[in-house]
């Protein structure tokens, strides 16, 4: 069994299928609503997408479906697996906003969370033509007791439920003394598991919802038939149809609030420092980098999380310091275990960064396995004139994009060309006003999703964040103190 996040770009063989769902467009006959309503398929987030396989082999997908960002309402699309192909269907979730912000929601390490084991609000599955297949809302049609379709409903009162598979966090400490499994956030520092919570509704005779607390398609548990549209050969056909899904669990993926301030770059920062046996204690590293700015090749290392008896340590590359090709060029790490990387600028370079270590910066946080921490992910220049600076990401997805738009549009044949190119634009800007780097570097990568920041010191013991003064007067690149 595995509960995974993954993207489409891993799933080749789902592509098909998908590209035929997003052109899917709603049906006009069984619409209680408007078809400016709905959130098109287009709109099928395949960046994140749970995959979950159960001991038979048969695989559920879970992909969001990217909506109003200001509405805590939100909307999954579903393909689970059957010997045929696949059976896909929306679930559509309206919560109660007093439930939705409730203690219920926020785990012990302080995230907040979508507990569905507590869930109150409606819910309603749509085909993938938005028929409406069921749904706990009152003013909704509900045509599954009306429909003859070839799961019959007991008209007086039935009950629907769905078993979800959900990514738990147990980790031990004050506010978890036992270590109850919860559902995971992004502050969870393991140990990761997944477990079933089902939830369940009934519905009493008229349609009226019997309660609040959720409820889904899970009405095969004892004839293995789910509803919902039929895909054979990666293609949907019309119309509400029902097939034999083996495994019938589904992830959950709930809006989620980007945020820029609680990624705790600053703490992230610091913890480099400490020298217990679990961390990295970065600081020797950059003294040695330092005594290494007057050569004429770049210097670097690599930094990399493991993961055992329950503790996650950091530690350095065990081959240490690498010298580099050139004076701008050295190595880096990049895997499912790298997070962070130190490298030199020395004498005759730029002491700001470069755009490759941008690039780098994105491959090596596309690189490192979901399981560990990812706002962890760090880049450090060490220059020639004594200054570090660090890297952090704010927003992946910006600078995946970002970094993806300038491949795209740089000149060059090959790859390796497009880099160099694009890496001397920056270096011919930074020649252009050699005391303004860090301006530059801040207006050329604004919309990156990234934040830099400068050592305060040489311990490292505090970091200056860089901005660009949004004010007229005073510098044109402000610095906020971590401490
Ligand atoms: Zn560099």
């Known amino acids: 069994m595995s509960y995974k996040v993954t993207s489409l770009e891993k799933l080749t063989k789902l592509q098909p299928t998908i590209e035929n769902v997003k052109r899917i467009a709603p049906k006009t006959s069984d ?3 408007n078809f400016s309503d709905f959130v098109p398929l287009e709109n099928i987030n395949t960046d994140n997408i749970i995959q979950y396989t159960d001991s038979t082999g048969y695989s559920t997908y879970t992909f969001k479906i990217i909506g109003d960002e200001n509405s805590i309402n939100f909307e999954n699309f579903h393909l689970l697996e059957t010997d045929e192909g696949f059976i896909g269907y929306i679930l559509s979730y309206e919560p109660d906003e007093d439930w939705y912000y409730s203690e219920s929601n926020f785990t012990p390490e302080g995230d907040w969370v979508f507990n569905i084991a507590t869930y109150q609000g409606y819910l309603t599955k749509y085909s993938l033509e938005r ?47 036992y270590g109850y499994a919860h559902p995971m956030g992004p502050n969870c520092e393991g140990p990761y598991g997944f477990m079933d919570v089902e939830t369940c509704t009934t519905y009493s005779g008229g349609g009226s919802s019997g309660g609040n607390n959720g409820g889904s398609s899970g009405d095969n548990d004892d004839d293995c038939d789910t509803t919902g549209t039929r895909i054979v050969q990666d293609l949907p056909l019309d119309g509400i149809d029902s097939g034999c899904t083996p495994n019938d669990n589904t992830g959950i993926l709930p ?23 679990l961390s990295v204690n970065i600081v020797p590293y950059i003294d040695s980098l330092r005594t290494k700015t007057s050569l004429d090749k770049e210097y670097s290392i ?32 990049i895997g499912s275990t790298w997070f962070g990387q130190a490298h030199t600028h020395p004498d005759g370079t730029h002491y700001m960064f470069s755009w490759n270590d941008i690039n780098k910066l994105n491959m090596m946080y596309k690189g490192l396995n979901d399981f560990f921490d990812k706002n962890e992910v760090f880049m450090m220049i060490v220059n020639h004139d004594g200054t570090v600076y660090a890297l952090k990401i704010n927003n992946a997805n910006a600078l995946n994009t970002e970094v993806t738009n300038d491949l795209f549009n740089a000149e060059g044949n090959s790859l390796n060309e497009k880099v160099i190119n694009l890496n001397l634009e920056i270096q011919n800007e930074f020649e252009e006003d050699e005391f303004n780097l860090e301006h530059i570097f801040l207006k050329r990568f604004e919309d990156f999703g990234l934040a830099i920041y400068k050592a305060a010191n040489n311990s490292l013991s505090n970091w200056n964040k860089l901005e660009l003064n949004p004010n007229l007067l005073g510098p044109n690149v402000i610095e906020i103190p971590c401490n």
């Open 131 to 177: 028929e409406v297949i069921w749904s706990s809302n009152p003013n909704m049609q509900n045509p599954i007791a009306n429909r003859n379709q070839s799961i019959t409903y007991n008209r007086a009162s039935f009950t629907i439920c769905t078993i979800f598979v959900i990514s738990t966090c147990s980790n031990i400490y004050s506010g978890n003394p």
């Open 31 to 33: 619409l209680a609503r």
């Open 255 to 277: 809006p989620v609030e980007e945020t820029e301030e609680d990624l705790d770059h600053c703490e992230k920062l610091l913890a480099l420092n400490l020298t217990d046996s």
């Open 302 to 333: 690599s930094f990399q999380k493991k993961y055992n008896y329950g503790e996650f340590y950091s530690l350095p590359d065990p081959v240490g310091i690498r010298e580099g090709q050139t004076t701008t060029s050295s190595s880096i790490r």
